[in-house]
Structure formats: C-alpha cells, structure tokens
C-alpha cells in the first residue's frame, strides 16, 4: 500500500497523475501516515508539496484526518492550503483550531490569503484572532475586513514597496538588498511611486529599474498613466480590467487617490473561475455556494426550493394541455408529438440563453448591440424552426400515415423556436434591468415560455387545421 521511498522523496509529482489527477494510493499512503501518528512519514509524503496540491489532499482526506494531518505537521504545515479549499472544508478545518495556532498562521499570510481565512470566522473568533495579532498587523487586516466582500479593497493585499520620487534608480535596489526578505512581499513585479501624503503617482516596472542608471530618479521612468483601482470597486470589474489589458498586478487607490494595496493575477484567476462556476451552477438551479464536500442533506435542502418552483411552472404548461383534451382524446398523436414540439423549443432557448447570460455578465452586450443580437437570435431561431419544422413534418407524418400532421409540426416547430429565441434574449434583459440576476432566474422563465407556447401553439394549430380539413 505504501510508495516507494525514492517515489514519495520526488514530492508533488507524485500527488497527481499524468492527466492531473490526484492518486487514489498516494491518498491512502497518506491517510495511513496521518492515522498511525507518524510526522516523518507524513512530512515526507506532504511536505513538499504546493499549496494548491496541499489543498487539494485536505479535500480527499476526513474531517479527522485533516486534523491530525495538521497537527502532525505543526509549524511545517503551509496554510495558504486554506485558501485552496471550498468554503466548507475551510470551516470544518478551522472550528477546531485554537486561536494562537490561527494568530501564528495569519502572521505569516500575504494580507490578502490572511483575509480569506479571517473572514471564514464567525465575529466573535474572527476578533480573538485579531487581537493576538500584532498592532500594526491587526489594524491592517481589520481595515481590510470592514471592506464590501466583493471589493478591491477586500482582494487586495496590503505588502507592497512604495518609494519616494526623488529615490534614484540605484537606492531602490540597495533598498531591495539591505531589507530583511521576511519585510519584502512573497513576489512583486513593481515598485510604486507616492508623494509625501502617500497619494499614487505611478509604477515603476523591475524591468525598467533595473536597465537605468543607477543615478535616474524613480520619477523619471515611472509610468504616470498606470491602471488603477478604487478600493470600493466591484472585483469583476477588477477582473474585467485585468482581461482587458492583460496585466499581472494593479495598484489599488482610496477615494483621496492615495495607494492602499495592489491587487495581484494570482487572486483575479480565483475570481474568474469563481464567477464562472457561479454562472454555470445558477444556469442548473444549483445554489453558488454547493460545494462536492457538502453533505447530502446540505445538498438536498439546496436544491428543494429551486425544484419546487420548476415543478409549479411544469403545471403550468401541464394546465395548457389540458385546454386541448378533447381534441387529444380524439386524436393520440397529439399527445405524442406535443412534447417533441416544447423540448426542442425549450434546448433552442437554453442555447438562446446561455450566450445572453454570458454576454450580460462580461459586458459585451448593451444597449448598443441589444437590437442587432436580438434580430440575430430571431433569425437563427427562423432558420432552424423552419429546419426541424421540416425534418420533424416528414418524420411525423410517415409515423401516422397522415399527411396533415406535416404543416402542423412545422408552423408548430417554428412558431416555438421563434418563440424560444426571443425568450431566451428579452428574459435576461428584463431581468438584468430590475437588478435579478439572469444566471439564476431566467432558466425557469424561459423554459415556462417555451413549454406554453410550445403546447399551445402546437395544439392550437392542430385543432385550426384539421377543423378547416
């Protein structure tokens, strides 16, 4: 069961396979180590590892032994794994940590991985973590805690190198030398340049640092036109401009324009895959915040709600059949082919949808494009409505052997993929006007108007045509 020695000492390649996922048996080895107490054969196995690794490990493991991993590990154990884990592995792991252990973690975080963990807290452990801390660490993580959660200020992390204008090219690089690395951020691609009130003037690259001469002063190569944040900004609008303009950090600024922080690619990758899961949950019904580590019953819960109002608008469409049953009653083929009519209406919209969703949330529609992609949805609605109205006429009327169940499937079919077209590109709008978010309210919406129109129109032209025949 165990790995091999010379495996377990070549580190994090060994965590996952070839396609990147994790091995069952470097899992259990671990397991086993972490059960029978051993810190040597348990540093050996996770010692070495990334911290994305690291988080990915204590995802696989139990609530024990995430535990006693940590335990074992002590000082050696890398908490920026926190911030690598769901929500609800972070609190599991975190309700049981005494606060000296949490205050000595904090301490040695960038202010923003420190941040993340604080705000998993409840108050009331949040502010005993904080007053073990030192005071100019405290006063730094509280400012960044009473930020909006889903600000700049609140992303940002706070460890950053200012200097003066004045400061020549050469003092910014003994600087760098002279200074205890402990005092230095992790990783910076940038020096930034403020005034005597702190207030930011711009950024000077290591790059261009390092080629002048080292009597040029800062002010003199620092770029005056740098991108910025505010602290107050939305973190996707944060994220927009760093896909924009392709950058790797961004200063952020108060309201006096004076630097607060700097927000690094590391945390906006984190916000993109974040928004982007968000979207792809609330398409589904699914709650944002469900996680894998969830339980069945937390999963359950979650989803009871979003199903139930699926479930009234599935009457609802339900309630327009039963306007036509005496003309189902008299001919079976209606109720046959009527759902074939509503679903592929309702798998257009989904599609129609999808794309608005997104666009929405990337802001690549508005109200200057609004009309032209609404005319284009129409169009590509018309084109395959009269495409499968077609395919699905021929198809039915050789399953019945009747002739005049053909216009009906296709002025049906486009009819609802008509409709579905122009659901799925005004729903989003409409909701995106009165502030509801699309993402998760437009699915039940759309698939209401296509089921209804769906049988309706379906129905409503059987019963027309064949009363005129």
């Known amino acids: 069961m165990d790995l091999d020695r010379e495996e377990v000492e070549t580190g994090p390649e060994v965590f996952r396979d070839e396609d990147g996922k994790p091995r069952p048996l470097f899992v259990e080895s671990v397991t086993e180590a972490v059960a029978s107490g051993d810190a040597a054969a348990t540093y050996a196995l996770v010692g070495s590892l990334h911290e994305a690794d690291l988080g990915a490990l204590l ?69 005993e973590v904080l007053d073990a801390l030192p005071a100019h660490e405290r006063v730094l993580l509280s400012r960044s805690l009473n930020y909006p959660e889903d600000s700049a200020g609140r992303l940002m992390q706070t460890s950053l190198i200012a200097v003066p204008p004045f400061w020549t090219a050469g003092q910014v690089l003994d600087f760098f030398r002279e200074t205890d690395p402990d005092l230095l951020p992790d990783n910076f691609f940038e020096v930034f340049v403020v005034d005597s009130g702190y207030r930011f003037l711009g950024t000077v690259f290591l790059d261009a640092l390092v080629r002048a001469r080292p009597d040029r002063r800062v002010d003199q190569i620092m770029q005056e036109d740098r991108r910025r944040l505010n602290d107050m900004d939305d973190r996707a609008e944060a994220a927009r401009m760093f896909e924009r303009y392709n950058l790797v950090s961004v200063p952020v600024v108060d309201e006096a324009e004076r630097l607060v922080g700097v927000i690094m690619i590391d945390d906006i990758v984190d916000v993109m895959q974040e928004a982007a899961s968000e979207e792809i949950k609330a398409l589904g019904g699914v709650n944002p915040e469900e996680e894998l580590s969830d339980n069945f019953w937390m999963t359950a819960r979650s989803r009871f709600w979003w199903l139930l109002v699926n479930l009234a608008t599935a009457f609802l469409a339900s309630s327009v059949l039963r306007l036509f049953e005496n003309q189902i009653e008299k001919m079976v083929a209606l109720a046959v082919l009527a759902p074939i009519v509503a679903s592929q209406g309702g798998n257009s919209a989904t599609q129609t949808m999808t794309v608005i969703v997104r666009a929405l949330a990337t802001q690549e529609l508005s109200r200057t494009n609004a009309v032209r992609v609404i005319f284009r949805e129409a169009a590509a609605g018309a084109v395959n409505g009269a495409a499968f109205g077609l395919i699905t006429g021929v198809v039915a009327s050789n399953w019945f052997q009747n002739v005049g169940i053909a216009p009906v499937m296709a002025l049906a079919m486009l009819t609802n993929l008509l409709a579905g077209a122009f659901g799925g590109v005004l729903i989003p709008l409409t909701l995106e006007r009165f502030k509801v978010d699309p993402a998760v309210s437009a699915s039940a919406f759309v698939t209401t108007v296509t089921d209804v129109i769906g049988y309706g129109a379906f129905l409503s032209i059987a019963t027309i045509w064949f009363h005129l025949s």
């Open 59 to 127: 995802e696989l493991l139990d609530h024990d032994a995430r535990h006693q991993l940590i335990a074992l590990m002590g000082a050696d154990f890398d908490f920026t794994a926190l911030t690598e884990v769901g929500e609800t592995t972070r609190e599991d792991i975190l309700e049981d940590l005494p606060v000296e252990t949490l205050a000595e973690a904090v301490r040695d975080l960038e202010s923003d991985d420190a941040v993340a963990i604080l705000e998993t807290l409840e108050p009331d452990e949040q502010a």
